[in-house]
């Protein structure tokens, strides 16, 4: 997240291009608050963990949402959010019968509120 944020900064000031930083209060105000909006784009977007990548699983017995995908009976491809009790001994086998075409794509913790 560092990184990002580091990332985000040096494009930002690179967008000035000769001007230098911008003086005035409105424009700070405007460059803090795109700052935040491109802040909160990026965390929505990157809260859901990818299967397969093996460096973040969650714990054991752990509540977690989980994304799924499979395909209706029309051949159309649908997306399934459902929360989920996580156990390690099964990992993210979906739960069905041997016909069944469901993918687990993603996960991620449930949310505080």
Same mark, same amino acid.
């Given at each position: 997240m560092k990184t990002a944020a580091k990332e985000y900064?040096?494009?930002i000031i690179k967008s000035f291009g000769r001007n230098g930083v911008p003086c005035g209060t409105s424009d700070i105000m405007q460059m803090i608050a795109e700052g935040f909006i491109a802040g909160v784009k990026w965390y929505k977007k990157s809260q859901w963990i990818k299967v397969g990548e093996g460096e973040r699983l969650p714990k054991d017995e752990m509540y977690i949402l989980v994304r799924?995908?499979?395909k209706n009976?029309?051949?159309q491809l649908v @997306?399934?959010? @459902?929360?989920?009790m996580y156990f390690t001994d099964f990992g993210f086998k979906p739960?069905?019968?041997k016909l069944c075409n469901e993918r687990i794509t993603h996960w991620m913790p449930v949310p505080q509120p």
């Open positions: 900064a040096k494009a799924r995908h499979y009976r029309a051949g @997306t399934k959010v @459902t929360q989920e739960m069905c019968s």
